[in-house]
């Protein structure tokens, strides 16, 4: 005989948009369960994006810092044991994850690990051989690689970002198919390795979405890598050929690689949920419909984290998952995008935060750039950046922040200053007001402030005739 467990809460889902939910749930003294199907708690974020990417952009960069620096001796002594860098990876990913578990488990919450299938009455099995009956569910089951008919020649040579993380040998070149931010990430960590690298996008620039003078500028940085790059271009046709895969590009243009990496997009991983029981609703392209406050149309049944659709960050999962939590908990809490930032860990970082001029036009603002670059700041030169900068859009009349792009090192940092800003609508004024420690990429707030007022120290301005 089957048992039936009872529950406040359960969560489907131990990622980013999940656990938190959980942890939260179980805060407010509800009793929470949270099923994960991967046997491993973080999702993507843990085990194949954000912490194993983000660490393999830290050991690169050390690596490649050091062949090129002119000051270290016997550097062509140096040589990269790539299995024992992805051996490190995993450990790290493994410390991540278990330190997951460990919290859901402190805080009380139940763990069940199978597949989770919705049936009426909120009831949700797992595995067909466990039933939990609960009032109210959380979906949390975030979204796998998207792999188009055409790139599925073979799990050899075709890689997804999952599998690439298998790799015990770097290849000596790889084909990357979408410049996005996974593709560029990829691109800038294997290049400072020694791969030889080709990217086809199929969009007129890398990094859709992205301000365009930061893509820019991070393209000039990945050609100057080495870095092969075809923009307005697709891949029409792939084949094996002495071992390497041949792609055919849609100018007819040949291009050759030992492996070819596929990250053109993601799709919602809903497979067998049974959502239509329960009646909740799904997007054209099958992400979970919700409202502001992460309900969907189930009031019962709330979304968080990328199944919820974009934009796919860790970040806005974390977020959507605690507003989840509060309001299935009987709390009334929104969720803002226009707070989220946008980062990119390329070299060097992109954080993006708020409206872009076009956009803040849309919402009926008169809006006002102005954008530095960063030789004037002196942390800047010393991290041989001074071609990034920092770019803010504000109202005309009122000065109020209403967004920004850094492009430095440790813009994944700094954004959170711009966050701040904009979600309080502080005035660009307000930032000006703090002391920034010296010599910091810090000081760059305070540089555009004086630079925009007329009043700068270390950049010099014309005077008006």
Not at 60 to 84: H, Q
Not at 104 to 133: C, N, P, Q
Not at 329 to 357: C, H, L, M, N, W
Request: proline share 4%; glycine share 10%.
């Amino acid at each position: 005989m089957i048992s039936i467990e009872k529950y406040d809460i359960v969560v489907i889902g131990g990622g980013p948009g999940g656990y938190p939910a959980a942890i939260r749930s179980a805060q407010l003294g509800l009793r929470v369960a949270i099923i994960e199907n991967r046997g491993r708690f973080g999702g993507e974020c843990t085990l194949y994006g954000c912490v194993p990417t983000k660490a393999l952009v830290r050991f690169s960069d050390t690596y490649w810092r050091t062949i090129k620096s002119d000051f270290v001796s016997g550097k062509e002594n140096l040589s990269l044991n790539f299995a024992e860098l992805m051996k490190k990876i995993s450990e790290i990913v493994s410390r991540v994850s278990s330190g997951i578990e460990y919290l859901l488990k402190s805080y009380g919450v139940d763990i069940f690990f199978g597949r989770a299938e919705l049936s009426e009455d909120k009831t949700v099995y797992v595995d067909r051989d466990r039933v939990l009956k609960t009032s109210k569910i959380i979906i949390a089951t975030g979204t796998d690689p998207l792999i188009p008919e055409e790139f599925k020649l073979d799990k050899e040579h075709v890689l997804d970002n999952r599998e690439i993380f298998s790799l015990r040998k770097a290849p000596s070149s790889i084909i990357i198919v979408g410049g996005g931010y996974v593709g560029v990430e990829f691109a800038t960590i294997l290049a400072k390795l020694g791969v030889d690298i080709h990217i086809v996008e199929m969009m007129p620039n890398i990094l859709p979405g992205i301000d365009l003078d930061a893509s820019k500028l991070v393209e000039k940085r990945l050609s100057s890598l080495g870095v092969k790059i075809y923009k307005n271009t697709v891949v029409k046709e792939i084949k094996r050929v002495n071992g390497e895969i041949e792609a055919r590009l849609s100018d007819n243009r040949v291009v050759r690689g030992e492996k070819i990496l596929v990250a053109v997009g993601r799709k919602p991983n809903i497979e067998g949920l049974g959502l239509e029981r329960l009646g909740v609703e799904v997007s054209e392209k099958r992400f979970i419909k919700t409202n502001k406050y992460m309900q969907t149309s189930n009031p019962d049944i709330y979304a968080s984290g990328d199944v919820a659709g974009p934009p796919l960050l860790a970040h806005k999962a974390f977020i959507q998952a605690i507003v989840s939590a509060e309001n299935s908990s009987g709390g009334s809490v929104e969720y803002d995008k226009r707070f989220i930032p946008s980062i990119v860990f390329t070299d060097p970082e992109i954080a993006q935060v708020g409206y872009s001029v076009d956009e803040a036009k849309r919402e009926g603002y008169e809006p006002a750039s102005q954008r530095l670059f960063l030789g004037g700041v002196a942390r800047a030169v010393i991290e041989d950046a001074e071609t990034g900068f920092i770019k803010i859009v504000m109202d005309r009349s009122t000065r109020k922040i209403l967004g920004g792009v850094i492009v430095s090192p440790y813009a994944s940092e700094l954004v959170s200053v711009l966050s701040i800003a904009v979600e309080l609508g502080l005035r660009i004024d307000d930032l000006g007001k703090a002391v920034y420690p010296h010599p910091t990429m810090s000081e760059m707030f305070k540089e555009v402030i004086d630079f925009l007022d007329g009043r700068s120290f270390h950049y010099f301005i014309k005077k008006k005739s």
